[in-house]
């Protein structure tokens, strides 16, 4: 079974550019999840997709961020424009559903993009 | 608002000792807890999901216990080897269940 892939692994812009996130999740998952992770933390939620409608974008920064998943299977992640703080590595997870009490919400990660914003 | 711990943040072992990572939760009210590996410049591995009804899951040389109403959960390794070092984060489920929060990760080094 082919795992959720991500593109591109690296980025580097300047500040105040635009750059772009792709992210196929395993086949047959229904819910997206992407993340930002700075260095040294935690992973941090920023949107939960479930299909292709949107389940909490309450951690996104809206003004400069912004996602979709038009189809519900592939998903894009767009910042415009980019600031300095916004270097960290973005993942993106799939799981099954989103069921309480499940394993059916199981995250399964992919490698990342490191974005680094100069 | 879920918040989650990790102790210790950084770990060095001589390799063959058994070691534990403790993750601590503050809202015990969560249906699961998932326990992950990330290898330095890569993404999450899952390890270990534990469901709110089990207090113990075992996968090969690792062990993941569940304490719900003390908000802990603790991740056990036997027999650590230099390719258990890595970061280990564990993750617990916010908003009924469907978003997960993070801690921060413990850093663990096996040295040969």
């Known amino acids: 079974e082919a795992g959720v892939a991500q593109s591109p692994r690296y980025k580097i812009i300047e500040k105040r550019q635009s750059v772009a996130f792709w992210c196929n999740p395993i086949?047959?998952?229904?819910?997206l999840y992407w993340y930002q992770q700075i260095l040294g933390q935690g992973p941090k939620l920023l949107i939960q997709f479930q299909n292709n409608g949107v389940v909490d974008d309450s951690q996104l920064p809206k003004d400069r961020f912004s996602a979709e998943r038009l189809k519900g299977v592939d998903s894009t992640l767009k910042i415009q424009p980019a600031k300095l703080e916004d270097s960290a590595v973005y993942l993106c997870?799939?799981?099954?559903?989103?069921?309480?009490?499940?394993?059916?919400?199981?995250?399964?990660f992919g490698p990342g993009t490191r974005l680094t914003v100069l | 608002k879920q918040e989650v711990t990790q102790i210790p943040a950084a770990l060095s072992v001589p390799e063959g000792e058994n070691l534990v990572l403790n993750c601590s939760f503050t809202?015990?009210?969560?249906?699961?807890l998932q326990w992950f590996r990330q290898d330095p410049g890569k993404g999450l591995t899952s390890l270990l999901l534990?469901?709110?009804?089990?207090r113990e899951q075992t996968s090969g040389r690792l062990n993941a216990s569940l304490d719900k109403s003390s908000g802990r959960s603790t991740l056990y390794i036997a027999a650590s080897q230099p390719g258990d070092s890595a970061t280990y984060l564990c993750a617990v489920p916010w908003n009924y269940g469907q978003n997960f929060v993070f801690g921060p990760g413990t850093r663990l080094s096996v040295l040969p």
């Open positions: 997870a799939s799981s099954l559903g989103a069921v309480r009490a499940s394993s059916y919400n199981e995250q399964f």
């Open positions: 086949s047959g998952h229904a819910t």
């Open positions: 534990i469901q709110s009804s089990q």
């Open positions: 809202d015990s009210a969560i249906y699961n």
